[in-house]
């Protein structure tokens, strides 16, 4: 039980992983030295990965409608997928929309999560949300190389780098929302809340998604990440830890 004064490698580190978010983690990419050369060996890995390997051995006809789904898919990082949309987009049909998302999934592209519920009246049950195993790849295939800072889905990213640091804990992880649209990024193993809020606090702020999570379910503990703020506060009986991503 302590209390920090100065933080002076968090600086540094979020440049760290600012380059992360936006290269990815494929150990070529690291030891590239440029963003060019970074985005070169990303376009290799994709047409290597995604082009000739999953959709030549796995026999897809489909070429340009599959990688459109792939394009479509990494812009709806931490959303609900809406198989139905993407039918249409795709001009596609139901069935097969369904089988390349879990061709993605099976292969280590993508990861899905489902809703956790246990009102059934209340709170949703079915579309999960997607999140990538790799940004760079995800980066690439919408071709933006952007830094975090100018960058609209800088929160979508975090909180997809949020979900892949999860993974080494459990894979038991689902979200919460209601048919209200109250709504918690994550739920790790039904017990502890967790919400992604990369940006810059002054003091501890709960938002009422949380609030509503803690009333209904009363957990011991819930977690926010931050970008940048640590800190720590009591709602009811549920301890809220705020701790910067870069040390999630």
Sequence with gaps: ??????????NDLLKLFDEFLI??????????????????????IYSTYIERDIIS???IDETIKFKKLVTLLSSLIGKLIKYENLTAS???????????????????????????HRNLVTELR?????????????NY????????SIRVDRGELAENF????LLYISDDINFWRTTSKAEVDFILAGKIPIEVKFESMKREKISRSLHSFIKTYSPKFAIIVTKDFLGEKKVKDTIVKFIPIVYF
Aim: aromatic share 18%; charged share 30%.
């Design 141 to 148: 295939s919408i071709k933006n190389f952007s830094p975090l």
């Design 1 to 10: 039980n302590f209390q920090l004064e100065k933080d002076i490698f968090l």
């Design 23 to 44: 290269f990815g983690g494929y150990p070529e990419v690291i030891k590239a030295k440029t963003e060019e050369e970074k985005i070169m060996v990303l376009k290799g």
């Design 162 to 165: 949020v979900f892949n640091q």
């Design 90 to 116: 795709c001009d596609s049909y139901y069935k097969e929309i369904i089988k390349w998302t879990n061709i993605l999934e099976q292969t280590y592209v993508i990861r899905t999560i489902r809703p956790f």
């Design 126 to 138: 079915k579309n999960p949300k997607i999140y990538f195993v790799d940004y760079g790849l995800r």
């Design 57 to 59: 051995f796995l026999r």
